[in-house]
């Protein structure tokens, strides 16, 4: 596999990338590595993972990507993308105006691409509502890395502006660091979400955002937490990452079981369900699974990209007053809370890595692997 060539005289450095073109189209290609600008840096990348929304891209995009022939209109990029939102490294370059990085440091970088990350430290005007009260994780013009936005890292090296790379401690390794961006959407949902220690929660799907909740729920005090899994190697994950009760809910012969995830629910919770219910995975079947299981008063989190409509009764929840909620991004501070959990040894977020595949085998070890094997594994990064 090729590696960043040293930069020459009039030449910029080439690197090995993995772009989106279309749907079923992904390739490794040779390209220029773009140049560092004044508020920029350059990453050499250490990981990357795979996230569920990076095969669907694969399998039935363009979907946060530009469609063919069009630009998106808050960043500029068009097809073909370099794909990749999670990941660590260490900073190779900084431009002129950046004075709080320094190269050689490792980071992990917020793919959160917003007005708070494009204008950083200018005037206020040119933010949208949401940027300007501070909550920038629904900025009107929300972009990605490696989806819709510049900076992607499923390559060799890649240029990202300075304020979306997170400094880390010298306790926390570049591969554990890899995890923090889904960790981070964990640990916004739930906050979001309104838990407090002491409460009772019940997770519909353990993939890697389920399983990021599972072992911030563990961290932050859950009481009781039950999994729900039709995957048996998922189950086994949630089991080992502390659920209370890892169920599978189509599996009707298990004592585990007794009859069903409701009767799995009063075993555990009071006061006729639990306090909070995260949706992890978007089916009809896991909405109404969470609306039915949650105590009166209680709250439904969505954290899952839903490929189609779903139905709503809304008198479920109204007739209780139980709330139905969602968000799949996060904040700075969310990324902060997560890597001091890591430094602190208090999350252990290696424990999620199933599989590590060069940049060379990406596409057949870690795209196709999780499209045709995924409910074996939990996270696959990738190393450039």
Known sequence: ????????????????????????????????????????????????????????????????????????????????????????????????????????????????????????GSNSEEFCEPCRSGRYNICDASATIGLNAPGGGLSERTVVRAVNCIPLPASVSLRAAALVEPLAIGRHSLVASGFKPGQSALIAGAGPIGLAILLLLRVMGASRVIVTEIQEPRLAQARRFGADIAINPLDHSSRENGGGVEDAVRQVAKDGGVDVAFDAIGLQSTLDLCIQCTKPGGVIFNVAIHKTALALKLNDLGMKEKRLMGGISYMREDFEYVIALLAEGKLDSEQMVTSVVPLSRAVEDAFEELIHRGGVHMKILVQP
């Open 1 to 120: 596999m090729a590696t960043a060539t040293t930069e020459r005289t009039g030449h910029r450095p080439t690197v090995t990338a993995l772009r989106f073109h279309k749907r079923g189209d992904i390739r490794l290609e040779q390209l220029q590595l773009p140049p560092c600008g004044p508020d920029e840096v350059c990453v050499k990348v250490a990981y990357c993972g795979i996230c569920g929304t990076d095969t669907t891209e694969y399998l039935a995009g363009p979907i946060f990507p530009p469609q063919e022939g069009c630009v998106n209109p808050h960043t500029g990029v068009s097809l073909p993308v370099v794909m990749g939102h999670e990941y660590s490294g260490t900073i190779a370059a900084v431009g002129s105006h950046v004075h709080d990085l320094q190269v050689g440091q490792s980071v992990v970088i917020s793919p959160a691409y917003n007005h708070h990350s494009r204008h950083y």
